[in-house]
């Protein structure tokens, strides 16, 4: 293991590590001796990755543990109990109340680095997730453009049309059932069409991309196109696809037609000009998307939009 330039900030009560070198190597390391100081750390520094506990120093590691995972603003850091016995009942106690790992000790300080940050780093994944559609978010997906910058790449932004109408319709439930087959629709395209590498993340919302590279990205896009139009079909109820359209209330109370649901996708690449910012991207693809979702010279159904400018 190499030490981290960034140091994640820990809680750690056991003396026996508080002063370990290696654990200064990788952490910044805030010891307490008291339960009631995990408080007092917590309350200066809300950005704390990992507390470790030690069962056989601290008896109200448990209330601790439960009341710390039920409170909103520390339920995502995670928990370690040092335990001096691995019991079925221990066990279940501790993750009943909220842990997220225990370690049986006496434990070398490489074994407790390692499982510090292999928590932290799990955490870290999982609150990125999208809870719906089971694809990274945006904590994800900011760290893999950052990490492609440099290479060539091509952005595909993929947003659903009419989706709030859609969603106030006929409920949250199919609005659901809907973002989920469209996931389902993106990321089974990437495995047919595109690379091994290439990447599928849910922004938000009706929003999705995939970076991929630039020669694949018209033939994503295009089959991602043909295959969620042929399967808006289902989406529907049998006398609103007959009528191509949904009939319902706008914002200001008035009756308006909203078409079927279709995908506008936005291509943005470095293939033609250098783009070296995350902000810089995101304009391009914002104002692209606008543009396809807006175009007096869009097709019927979904679309997509490839950005051609070199400056």
């Known amino acids: 293991m190499q030490a981290q330039k960034f140091k994640e900030k820990i809680i750690i009560s056991p003396t026996l ?13 805030f010891p307490v001796t008291t339960m009631s100081k995990v408080d007092g750390v917590l309350e200066k ?7 470790v506990l030690d069962q056989s120093q601290h008896h109200e590691w448990l209330s601790v543990t439960h009341r710390l995972k039920r409170n909103a603003s520390t ?58 559609t089971k694809l990274p978010g945006n904590g994800i997906i900011m760290h893999t453009l950052q990490e492609r910058l440099l290479q060539s790449w091509a952005l595909l932004w993929i947003d659903l049309d009419n989706f709030k109408a859609y969603n106030d319709y006929y409920g949250f439930s199919r609005g659901d059932a809907l973002l989920q087959k469209t996931a389902h629709i993106i990321v089974t395209t990437v495995k047919k069409c595109g690379n091994e590498t290439d ?14 590279t630039p ?17 808006v079909v289902n989406f529907y109820d049998t006398k609103d696809f007959m009528h191509k359209a949904l009939t319902l209330p706008n ?3 008035i009756l ?21 910012s995350i902000a810089h991207l995101s304009q391009i693809a914002a104002e692209l998307k606008c543009y ?11 679309w997509y939009v490839k950005d051609r400018r070199r400056t």
């Open 17 to 29: 590590f508080t002063h370990n070198q290696l654990l200064a190597d990788y952490f910044e390391v």
């Open 215 to 231: 020669p694949h990205a018209p033939t994503l896009a295009q089959d991602m196109c043909s295959t969620f139009d042929a399967h």
């Open 45 to 51: 520094h809300a950005d704390i990755g990992a507390i």
């Open 75 to 132: 339920f995502h850091g995670v928990i370690i109990i040092l335990v001096t016995e691995v019991t079925l009942e221990g066990v279940a106690l501790a993750l009943e109340a909220g842990a997220d790992d225990y370690m049986c000790t006496p434990a070398t300080p490489q074994e407790l680095v390692a499982h510090i940050l292999m928590n932290i780093r799990r955490s870290q994944r999982d609150q990125s997730i999208n809870p719906l």
């Open 251 to 253: 914002r200001q109370g």
């Open 256 to 276: 308006q037609t909203f078409p079927l649901i279709t995908l506008s996708i936005a291509i943005v690449s470095n293939e033609k000009r250098s783009i070296n």
């Open 292 to 302: 396809a979702k807006t175009s007096r010279h869009r097709p019927t159904g979904s």
């Open 199 to 212: 990447f599928v993340g849910h922004v938000g919302g009706d929003d999705f991309m995939v970076i991929s």
